[in-house]
């Protein structure tokens, strides 16, 4: 198999990480992790890459909620790496709050980051996808896009928007090579969990079936079964991963 070219947007935080890890130890892939333009923890990040043996990994600066800043992204990949052929919508945010106390911010901040940025990103790599005959997409979707989430409005929409998304694109270029997938986590050990207030998270874990938060490499071998070879028929799918919380 070919070396491949991973981007994974959100790449240095919590499942990201653990994405780029596992993507970059499967068949040589080049793994390109995306982060905010000026993010400070950077160099510290590559530097732990580095650290742990992984030579093919790379850092690209990019916001997710900006079109023309992707644009520029995908191009500085595309001239100083190679085209992309395996992209991971991964980047997030919460803003939490019940919607008659959410500010307009806060809603648009959350589509932005979590919604527009599936567009954002995909748009600039479609095309190279399909003309290649080869590709593979997979969106952070929730469990709470799925299910709806007490204070999470903005989130939950952008979520269930995210897989609605991967349906509507999947059909499009399912003749063309390219896959289009999203996985659905519970909730997993990573700085937007452990930011709930510890009495609300605790009534979280509570009623998990499995009495635990998944682990990031949970959520980060499905990512790459889905974007391996191996997956090559699946397809508009939005894979559960949640120990039990919701079974569609
Ligand atoms: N269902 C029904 N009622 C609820 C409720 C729920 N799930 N949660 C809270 N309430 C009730 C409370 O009992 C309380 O009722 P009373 O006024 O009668 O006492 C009322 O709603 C207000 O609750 P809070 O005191 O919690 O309100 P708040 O304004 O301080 O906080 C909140 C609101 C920020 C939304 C907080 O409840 C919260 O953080 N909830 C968790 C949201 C959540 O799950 N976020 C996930 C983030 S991580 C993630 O999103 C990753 C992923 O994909 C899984
Ligand atoms: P995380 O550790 O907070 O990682 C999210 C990453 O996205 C951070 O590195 C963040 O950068 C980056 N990001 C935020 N806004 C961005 C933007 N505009 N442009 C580029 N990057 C941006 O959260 P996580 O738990 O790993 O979440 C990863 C994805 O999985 C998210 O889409 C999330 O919604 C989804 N998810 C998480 C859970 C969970 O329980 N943790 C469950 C289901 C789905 P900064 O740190 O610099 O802001």
Redesign the pocket.
């Known amino acids: 198999m070919s070396k491949r070219v991973a981007l994974v947007t959100g790449g240095m935080g919590g499942i990201g990480t653990a994405v780029c890890r596992r993507l970059a130890s499967a068949n040589g892939n080049v793994v390109v992790a995306n982060c905010l333009p000026g993010y400070e923890k950077r160099d510290e990040w590559l530097a732990a890459m580095r650290a742990e043996g992984f030579d093919n990994v790379f850092a690209a600066e990019g916001d997710v909620a900006d079109f023309e800043s992707c644009g520029a992204m995908v191009r500085g990949i595309e001239s100083q790496i190679g085209p992309v052929d395996i992209l991971v919508n991964g980047a997030g945010i ?1 803003r ?3 919607l008659r ?1 959410m500010s307009p911010s806060d809603w648009l901040a959350v589509i932005n980051t979590n919604l527009n940025s599936a567009f954002n990103v995909t748009k600039h790599l479609i095309d190279g996808m399909c003309e290649r005959g080869w590709g593979r997409i997979v969106n952070l979707s ?3 896009g799925q299910r709806g ?4 409005t903005n ?1 939950s929409a952008a ?1 269930a928007g995210i897989h609605g998304f991967a349906k509507a694109l999947a059909q499009e270029v399912v003749k063309k090579g390219v896959t289009v997938n999203s996985v659905s ?4 050990e990573t700085d ?2 452990r930011s ?2 510890p009495d ?1 998270l605790e009534r ?1 874990v509570a009623g998990i079936p499995m009495g635990r938060l998944a682990k990031p490499e949970e959520i980060a071998g499905l990512i790459a079964y889905l974007t391996s070879d191996e997956a090559g028929y699946i397809t508009g799918a939005n894979i559960a991963i949640n120990g039990g919380m919701y079974m569609a």
């Open positions: 919460v939490d709050s019940m106390k929730s469990v709470n989430q007490f204070g999470q989130y979520k986590p519970g909730y997993v937007m969990v709930i207030r609300v979280i």
